[in-house]
């Protein structure tokens, strides 16, 4: 079970899309954003990820799947060569492969409280390092870079790879940020990862997203408890 520890940053500003705060301050749950970093946890998850992009289709060829070489290519005795019997041996060019890569599986599964906890590490890393804001909306008028780059400049997270966490992802959104995905990243708050998190610097949570984030992590750790004496019903 990870410790909580005590934190002096889990009060955060909200802003609006201009860059201005909106004079709300957000508490972050400690129990969430306030943990010790788990780094093992977090290494595993991402390579497990890493491993799950795989294919596992590279393929060579051993001795017997080689076309060709039925034939010996001289008589055994009386040349004064080595003696061969197939041209496709893994000695000569053209032959087969010794211990070659097959096909394989690579994929690993994480189970999902490690996948929660995993999680709560990486928001707390994020937390920790001050690298979380919280805007009041994160919506465009317009399907247009321009003004979502408007709104990345104005809470001064051009120069800084971003993750954007939104409720749902819209149709404006989507097509505006298509040619940002290097340094600004959209995704639905229900599909984020541990791994999502790390891969960016930054993180951008629209305040409706942020208690739904909350929500899905709190209801992860009520399916996880065991029930108590005071649930049982008692009857006499």
């Known amino acids: 079970m990870m410790e909580a520890v005590a934190k002096d940053y889990l009060k955060i500003p909200v802003y609006k899309k201009n860059g201005e705060p909106s004079g709300e301050q957000l508490e972050l749950p400690e129990e969430i ?94 937390a920790g390092e001050k690298n979380i804001l919280v805007a009041e909306e994160v919506s465009l008028e317009q399907p247009k870079t321009k003004e979502l780059f408007s709104m990345i400049k104005a809470l001064k997270l051009d120069s800084e790879r971003t993750l954007c966490l939104v409720l749902a992802l819209d149709e404006k959104l989507k097509r505006a940020s298509g040619n940002l995905r290097e340094i600004f990243r959209v995704k639905p708050v229900g599909e984020v990862s541990a791994h999502h998190l790390m891969q960016k610097k930054k993180l951008l949570i629209d305040r409706r997203a942020f208690s739904e984030l909350c929500n899905r992590i709190a209801s992860g750790a009520e399916s996880k408890k065991p029930a108590g004496k005071d649930s049982e019903q008692v009857t006499s």
């Not at 393929?59 to 001289?74: A, F, L, S």
């Not at 893994?90 to 994480?110: C, E, K, M």
């Open 33 to 126: 954003f306030g943990v010790r970093v788990n780094e093992k946890l977090l290494a595993m998850v991402l390579k497990a990820y890493a491993a799950n992009q795989r294919r596992g289709t590279h393929d060579t060829k051993e001795r017997k799947e080689v076309r060709g070489g039925g034939k010996k290519p001289w008589k055994q005795k009386g040349t004064g060569r080595a003696r061969a019997g197939s041209t496709r041996s893994p000695l000569w060019r053209g032959g087969g492969t010794i211990f070659g890569p097959h096909p394989r599986d690579y994929s690993a599964s994480i189970p999902k409280e490690l996948k929660r906890q995993a999680l709560i590490s990486a928001l707390s890393r994020k």
